[in-house]
Each structure stands twice: as C-alpha cells, then as structure tokens.
C-alpha cells in the first residue's frame, strides 16, 4: 500500500491490488488492484502500496496449498511501507525517497517481463492512459505519503491509508452510474470517516495532530480512488497481462518523477545504508515482488478473499511503528483504526440474495 504502500500501483499501497482495487474503487481497494488492483490496489491496500491494472482478473484456479504464508507475507511487507517511507526520509529528500521506490519497483519488474519473453503494451493511447494511471497510482500519492511521514507517525500515515476504498465508494456513486449507493453502503461511508475523526481527536480540536501531514496522507489515499476509477473507464479490457501493464505504468511513473525531482531538491552528498536499505525494501518489495504476490494469490483464492489483506495493513503499520519506531499510541488511534476498518468493510459488503422459501411437501409446484 494503496498501495499501498501500502502503497499501491496500477501501487500500496496505497493499498494497494490491481483486479481487486478495480473491483474496490467502483467501489472496490482500491487497491488493487493494483494496480489495485491499484493499479489496486492497492492493490494498496491501497492501498495501500502494490502496483496493477485495469485488464480483467484471472480466473481462479483453486486454492494451492501454502497461499497463507504468502497472504501473510504480503500484509508484512505492505504494512512495513510506512516504516520503510519514515526511515527512508531520515535519509533522502521525500521526493527522492519516491523516485527510488519507483525505480526499484520497474526494475524487478521488467525483470521479471524479460524472464518471462513478455512484451510491454505498443499502442500509444494505452501508453497515454497508463501515463495518468501512473500519475494517480504511484508518483503523486507516493510522493503524498512520503511528505506526510515527515510530519505525522507511520502509523497515522497506515491507517490513513485503509480510507481509500471509502474514497472509492463516495466517488464512484459521482463517476460511475452503474454503481447506486446502497444503505449498507452509505452506512459504511459514514462510519468510516466517523473512525477518521476519532482517528485525529476530533472532540480535542485536533490537538497534537499535524493537518497538513494527515490532510497529505488522506489525499494520497483519494488519489488511489481517482486512479482506479480512471483506469476502470480507460484500460478495462486491454489485451495486456497485469505483468506487462503494470511494469510500463511504474517506468513511466519513474520517468515522471525523475523530471521533477531534480527540480526541487538538491542530489544527496552522502548515502547512508539503514535509509538507503529503507528505500531499496520499499520499491524491490513493497512495489515490486508485492505486485507478483498479489496477482498470484488473486488467480489462487479469487479477489474477494485476496483483498483482506487491505485490513492487516494499518494493524501491521501501526504494530511496527509503535514497536521499532517507539511511535506514541493513544487509545483513540486504535479504535478509530478498527472504525475506519469495520467502515471500509460494510462499504465492501453485500446483502444476502433472498431465497424463496422452499415448497411444502405435498404441496403443488408449478
């Protein structure tokens, strides 16, 4: 993660998955799907912090033996992105800490693509629409939490995350007719951004909270929604594995941020190794291989079961920011963290289909 870092692309992601973010954001995380997917995702969650697309989920081909281990491990790594993000500014310049994860990101990943003889997409519309894509699912909301964490705890900036399927409903109601809001839904809107407040402090005037950190942090989780419902209009379909699209949309996501980031900041003198370390394990992992992960455990157990990782994302951050980064946690943070959740869910959810009552015995049937 939504990615995302969680990010996710089409990362974690922010939040990342990129099929099960598509699903999420029209909304559905993202997400994820990715890449969701986000594109995503978050899938990244968006959540989070992956990397996805907007071509069609794979079709489900049973449930192979060991996809726990592999689901656990994909809640580690995109939980661990908001620590990666903290330290890795304790290093870098913000933006410099983005254009590394991109750049270890697209690299894995076009790895990956020669290993396996696949081709990156030739038409230049699909190339024009990945470019916003990359805008939305990785550069800017990348950049977003990595300027965020600068001001507010990792753990704030994991949790902040978990609202972009909530993003996602409130605008895909606005930018997708087919999607009519539910009362489960609506419901769900509501007490989420009801477990935001509580999130922040709301009763105490915000006191002690950073806005402008966290309004940076929700606003790369919005992000996350707006890239995934761009992608569901404009990519939907295309005849291009995740693999394929996802790689092109982190180069260009790369090639973005490599034109801006000389502009505002100054190239590092020294490279220290614990935030270098930081940002390398935020890109190879956490929007790299977390990308491979998530498409296989989605064509394993199916989307719907893939995208609950979405929900061990801010328990995860908030675990390893408390633990290793001696972060400070008042009650209201994990409270307000299970609300945002328990919101995100019910926006997710959907109402049993009625059955009709079975016949009587005896009785006529027509």
């Not at 699903?23 to 995702?41: F, G, K, N, V």
């Not at 909530?166 to 007719?177: D, E, H, K, T, Y």
Request: hydrophobic share 45%; net charge positive; aromatic share 8%.
């Amino acid at each position: 993660m939504s990615t995302t870092t969680g990010a996710p692309t089409a990362s974690a992601a922010t939040t990342n998955t990129p099929a099960t973010t598509a699903r999420r954001t029209a909304d559905e995380h993202t997400t994820a799907a990715t890449a969701a997917p986000p594109a995503s995702l978050r899938t990244g969650t968006g959540t989070g912090t992956g990397t996805g697309t907007g071509t069609t989920i794979p079709k489900t081909t049973g449930r192979a033996r060991g996809w726990p281990l592999r689901f656990a491990a994909l809640s580690l790594v995109w939980g661990f992105s908001f620590l990666f993000i903290k330290v890795g500014t304790q290093g870098f310049a913000p933006l410099q800490v983005t254009l590394g994860r991109v750049a270890f990101g697209a690299l894995v990943l076009l790895a990956i693509v020669v290993m396996k003889r696949d081709r990156l997409p030739r038409s230049p519309r699909t190339w024009a629409h990945l470019t916003v894509a990359a805008f939305f699912l990785n550069a800017l909301p990348f950049s977003l939490f990595a300027y965020a964490e600068l001001t507010i705890p990792s753990t704030l900036a994991g949790i902040c995350n978990a609202t972009s399927p909530l993003w996602g409903m409130a605008l895909s109601v606005v930018a997708l007719s087919e999607d009519r809001p539910s009362r489960r839904r609506v419901a769900g809107l509501g007490l989420g951004f009801l477990g935001v407040l509580t999130v922040l402090g709301a009763w105490q005037g915000f006191t002690g909270t950073d806005l402008t950190g966290t309004a940076m942090a929700l606003g790369a989780s919005l992000c996350y929604a707006i890239g995934w419902i761009y992608v569901r209009r404009t990519l939907a379909g295309v005849p291009h594995s995740h693999l394929s699209m996802s790689s092109a949309q982190l180069l260009l996501a790369t090639a973005q941020l490599a034109v801006v980031t000389p502009l505002f900041t100054t190239a590092p003198t020294h490279y220290p190794i614990i935030p270098l370390l930081a940002v390398f394990a935020l890109g190879a992992l956490g929007t790299g291989f977390a990308f491979l992960i998530q498409y296989g455990l989605v064509a394993e157990i199916g989307p719907t079961t893939a995208q609950m990782v979405t929900y061990f994302i801010p328990v995860i951050a908030t675990a390893a920011g408390v633990a290793l980064l001696h972060e400070q946690l008042s009650w209201n943070t994990p409270v307000g963290a299970l609300i945002v959740l328990a919101g995100a869910a019910l926006t997710q959810s959907k109402p049993r289909p009625s059955t009709p009552p079975l016949p009587r015995p005896g009785s006529p049937t027509d």
